[in-house]
């Protein structure tokens, strides 16, 4: 996790990972599923992100989507709830 967390700092400029993001990040990126359920402004985002950033050939940019693609089919039902949806 110290190579998250310098890249928490170096991208994002904080120093430490808010609540529960550190255990969602470790999950991730064990290859394990998890939920994440925060409020807005809570820091889902950088659940996501860091992670994308640290796993080779994944473009953060669509980490988010290419994970909604990856879990959807071999017997997974996924839902994704944002307020994107409705802009």
């Given at each position: 996790?110290?190579?998250?967390?310098?890249?928490?700092?170096?991208?994002?400029?904080?120093?430490t990972f808010?609540?529960?993001?550190?255990?969602?990040?470790?999950?991730?990126?064990?290859?394990?599923?998890?939920?994440?359920?925060?409020?807005?402004?809570?820091?889902?985002?950088?659940?996501?992100?860091?992670?994308?950033?640290?796993?080779?050939?994944?473009?953060?940019?669509?980490?988010?989507?290419?994970f909604t693609?990856?879990?959807?089919?071999?017997?997974?039902?996924?839902?994704?709830?944002?307020?994107?949806?409705?802009?």
């Amino acid at each position: 996790m110290e190579q998250a967390r310098q890249m928490l700092q170096h991208h994002f400029g904080y120093d430490t990972f808010r609540q529960g993001q550190a255990q969602i990040i470790e999950q991730t990126l064990r290859g394990q599923s998890s939920l994440c359920v925060m409020p807005t402004g809570g820091g889902k985002s950088i659940c996501y992100q860091i992670p994308a950033l640290m796993l080779e050939g994944v473009n953060h940019r669509n980490f988010a989507s290419d994970f909604t693609d990856a879990r959807s089919g071999g017997g997974f039902t996924y839902s994704e709830y944002s307020s994107s949806l409705y802009q």
